[in-house]
């Protein structure tokens, strides 16, 4: 529990900023409440990844999966205060015809690519799948090819975007096969493996 030490001032800030939010004008509690616990959740998972993990607490994938889990703290913070504090938030997204949306999704897309080669076999965290989850070469297979396609399906969604294509059908089809295809590859792998 020594990691903790971290985490917890981390989390608690995190709570105390979202939490804020009900000194705002308008009235925002649902909002407040769910960032408030997808924050606490992540707090608790930081805390608990050695077991989650099955991993000592020296392990090199612990601290990865810490810092992408710390990572996600901050970026729900940052997202909930803004959507709490700036009621024109909301319009801000639909007058740039979802761009910011779409950016966030890019770079959500970009840090899971690149850490998921290098999360440890674990039911919690990454691409649980039924055979992902009960085999770990399974595993290991679709989490590097999960890393091998992130980049050049955000290329593609890129030069979609860029040539004038719906955004809900570059965002949709992007991740649709950004997960379909390590999913079925590893699928493939599984059933070859256990006959």
């Known amino acids: 529990m020594k990691k903790s030490i971290v985490v917890w001032p981390l989390t608690l800030i995190s709570l105390m900023i979202v939490g804020l939010g009900l000194f705002a004008e308008a009235d925002q509690w649902r909002l407040i409440l769910i960032g408030m616990s997808i924050i606490a959740g992540l707090g608790f998972m930081d805390i608990y990844t050695p077991k989650i993990a099955q991993l000592s607490e020296s392990n090199p994938k612990v601290k990865t999966m810490r810092r992408l889990n710390r990572l996600f703290i901050l970026f729900f913070t940052a997202v909930f205060s803004f959507l709490i504090w700036f009621p024109a938030a909301e319009s801000l997204l639909t007058d740039n015809e979802y761009s910011l949306a779409f950016i ?91 006959g």
């Open 104 to 194: 966030t999704t890019l770079s959500i897309m970009g840090i899971i690519g690149n850490t998921a080669p290098k999360l440890p076999f674990n039911r919690y965290m990454g691409l649980r799948l039924p055979w992902t989850v009960r085999d770990e070469a399974t595993w290991k297979a679709a989490h590097k090819w999960l890393g091998y396609i992130t980049f050049p399906i955000i290329l593609v969604m890129i030069i979609a975007y860029f040539l004038n294509i719906e955004l809900e059908e570059i965002v949709k089809y992007g991740i649709l096969s950004w997960i379909a295809i390590p999913g079925l590859y590893s699928g493939w792998i599984y059933y070859k493996r256990m």
